[in-house]
T-cell receptor
Framework: RKEVEQDPGPFNVPEGATVAFNCTYS??????FFWYRQDCRKEPKLLMS?????NEDGRFTAQLNRASQYISLLIRDSKLSDSATYLC???????????WGAGTKLIIKP | DAEITQSPRHKITETGRQVTLACHQT?????MFWYRQDLGHGLRLIHY???????NKGEVSDGYSVSRSNTEDLPLTLESAASSQTSVYFC???????????FGPGTRLTVL
């Protein structure tokens, strides 16, 4: 089993819709969680950190469920510019390394 | 503005040749990382450094080496390039070991 698993998609979603992704992780000791966004053939960029209490940044909401060991990302009122691959990242507590999911591809259609 | 750059952006080489990929950051971050990205895989850590003269192996370090002689640079060397090393290589840096990582634009390497 991979340490961090994501549904690869693609998720094809009409503009204006709400879309949600989940990401599961295997290491119960993990403490840091992130969502990154990666546009085609570009470098990953931080979208948001994920806190225990959940956090929101405009149209984006991230949640952490420690009991079930998953994090989620909700995008409301999706825009064409949201089309990208979303990477889930979890730290491996034992050596401080970040472990990257393979990404979920999102395509927003007009 | 602080940034992280990589060179070359594209490289084609032959099997068996030595290749060095450059990474330079002006964030003044102690922590620097090299990843490779292949279809179907997440970013996989090759080597990382937590400061000058400090280097560590990641999960896919075989066939790669790094050295850190100053804060700004972490060059990645492929000692004898193999076709399996055809990939996109990203360099990153961070202020905290487990914090946000800032990435360079990537180097697309093809080994023929």
């Amino acid at each position: 089993r991979k340490e961090v698993e994501q549904d690869p998609g693609p998720f094809n979603v009409p503009e204006g819709a709400t879309v949600a992704f989940n990401c599961t992780y295997s290491n119960s000791a993990s403490q840091s969680f992130f969502w990154y966004r990666q546009d085609c053939r570009k470098e990953p960029k931080l979208l948001m950190s994920v806190y225990s209490s959940g956090n929101e940044d405009g149209r984006f909401t991230a949640q952490l469920n420690r009991a079930s060991q998953y994090i989620s990302l909700l995008i409301r009122d999706s825009k064409l510019s949201d089309s990208a691959t979303y990477l889930c990242v979890v730290n491996r507590r034992s050596n401080y390394q970040l472990i990257w999911g393979a990404g979920t591809k999102l395509i927003i259609k007009p | 503005d602080a940034e992280i750059t990589q060179s070359p952006r594209h490289k084609i080489t032959e099997t068996g040749r030595q290749v060095t990929l450059a990474c330079h950051q002006t964030w003044n971050h102690n922590n620097m990382f090299w990843y490779r990205q292949d279809l179907g895989h997440g970013l996989r850590l090759i080597h990382y450094s937590y400061g000058v003269q400090d280097t560590n192996k990641g999960e896919v370090s075989d066939g790669y080496s790094v050295s850190r002689s100053n804060t700004e640079d972490l060059p990645l060397t492929l000692e004898s390039a193999a076709s399996s090393q055809t990939s996109v290589y990203f360099c990153a840096s961070s202020e905290d070991r487990e914090g946000e990582q800032f990435f360079g634009p990537g180097t697309r390497l093809t080994v023929l």
